[in-house]
């Protein structure tokens, strides 16, 4: 099947509220097009050098969402453009893209990456270091980002109660994080191979590559 026959099959099967991210990272432009030509416009990118090269050259209401790990030296690249950061996992982190975006004169949306996963490799913030975060008055005087939910990553197992669990995690730690950020919408689980057990388990947005355009090369 083509990329454009792919995207619109797994749109169909996606709910209203879930919003898919195309994760176009390693694919070329011409990729992204026939993606485009759908009328999609969210994509994923997790290098920022790639993210930058691809703004610069495809269409300007393309919605760029960085959904890899971000170094703060790397924030001032994306700054001036990029719709929303996804994994974000530390307090300085967070300031750095404050003080990036208040350079350009805009409020940057952002997701907290919380630590889900029962693999030491994946990033994120424990249910402790994100309360110490949302609860603390610097936190509060950051005007250019905007906390908008939540993201997080499932162990990489074909056991799918264990990563039934750890979205349901996520889901608890959302809820409770309304109560003290009440605008929050978003919360951010579910790639190619476990977006149905995230939708089931209350994502409202999902991540998705290689059931659209095919096997990273």
Known sequence: MSIKENLIEIKKSLPEHVTLVAVSKTKPNEALLEAFETGHRVFGENKVQEMVQKWETLPKD?????????????????????????????????????????????????????????????????????????GSEEFEQLQNIQVCGLMGMATFTENKEQVRQEFAFLKQNFESLQKKLPNIKILSMGMSGDFDIAIEEGSTMVRIGSSIFGARQ
């Open 62 to 134: 393309i919605e760029w969402h960085m959904i890899g790990h971000l170094q703060r030296n790397k924030v001032k690249y994306i700054a001036e453009f990029v719709s929303l950061i996804h994994g974000v996992d530390s307090f300085r982190l967070l300031k750095e893209i404050n003080k990036q975006a208040l350079k350009h004169n805009r409020t940057v949306d952002c997701l907290l990456q919380m630590h889900i996963a029962q693999e030491e490799t994946k990033f994120g913030l424990s249910a402790e270091e994100l309360n110490a975060v949302v």
